[in-house]
């Protein structure tokens, strides 16, 4: 004969069966594809001017370390927590020329050079107004609204950083093979898209919970961007 079931163990398997499913997370990854347009140098290529005359400089570093992948859900996500990142101006170049931050988030220009600057956000004049950098000075900017900014110099503008402002955890930059990985994403639906070199370059709706390596290839202002999956292989 058997025994009734005691009433604590009905409010447990209750409050079990209650529980809503787990949601499932995963890695999307994948590789990034630059065209030689996309990953052009001649944008930051630049001169030093000096009384007998002028002497080119190029910046430092490659297209790949000047990407970011980002994933939007469309479901509520926690923002990186707000902090101030200095950007040095020296030698006729920045470093770093990408930083990755958290709504209200403070940029911090610092001028180690020889040289006056004047930086603004051209697109957004607004938010940034052109302003003079004298050598030694320091320039703060706040950043609220999550998206992508391009910091420049009028006098110099192949000096450019890059501030992309983001509400969630789930971005990445390139490594220097353009490989990305962003942990932890919940399965559903996202929209993912590319930051180069001052401007977005690329934006795909994609379904997380297909745990395919992604092989992106971004062309030229004129071309069309696409997107492929790796083989298994």
Known sequence: M????????????ALLFARPARVQAGTVKGVVHLADEAGSTRLYQGYWRLENGNVPVQSSGGAKAETVVVLELSRDTHAPAARTVTVEIGGLDARPRLVILGPGSVVELKNTGKVTHEFSTPETPSLMPVERLMPGGLRRQLFNAPGGYLIRCSEYPHIAISAIVVKSSYFSALDEKGNFSIPDVPDGKATLKIWTRGKWVYEEEIDTTKKEALSIKVSGPKGKETKDKDSAE
């Not at 058997?2 to 398997?13: D, I, K, M």
Request: proline share 8%; hydrophobic share 60%; aromatic share 8%.
């Open 2 to 13: 058997s025994r009734p079931l005691s009433a604590s163990f009905v409010v447990a398997a």
